[in-house]
Nanobody
């Protein structure tokens, strides 16, 4: 089973930036980033296909977040700019193959944006 390790979270002021990383121990077809704020359900943030680099974004982060991949390092990045307090959440990465469901969730990394 592929292991995922997230890193890069932290505390930042509104308007600031953070870059999250998700390193995978194996291969996959698509990696996604999700987040869960206290008292809320986990929500989709962004995803990228490993082969073609096709990307998807939630409307709430379009234009502010950028997902990218480094094939040599088996790592996906989430560059988060113009952060808002409502971006505060635990961010998780997960993977899937084809049209299947996301699985192999990482341990999560906390992102806190102060106003």
């Amino acid at each position: 089973q592929v292991q995922l390790v997230e890193s890069g979270g932290g505390l930042v002021q509104a308007g600031g930036s953070l870059r999250l990383s998700c390193a995978a121990s194996g291969t996959f077809s698509t990696m996604g980033w999700f987040r869960q704020a206290p008292g809320k359900e986990r929500e989709f943030v962004s995803s990228i296909t490993w082969g073609g680099g096709r990307t998807w974004y939630a409307d709430s982060v379009k234009g502010r977040f950028t997902i990218s991949r480094d094939n040599a390092k088996n790592t996906v990045y989430l560059q988060m700019n113009s952060l808002k307090p409502e971006d505060t959440a635990v961010y998780y990465c997960a993977i899937k193959e084809g049209l299947g469901s996301f699985h192999s969730w990482g341990q999560g990394t906390q992102v806190t944006v102060s106003s």
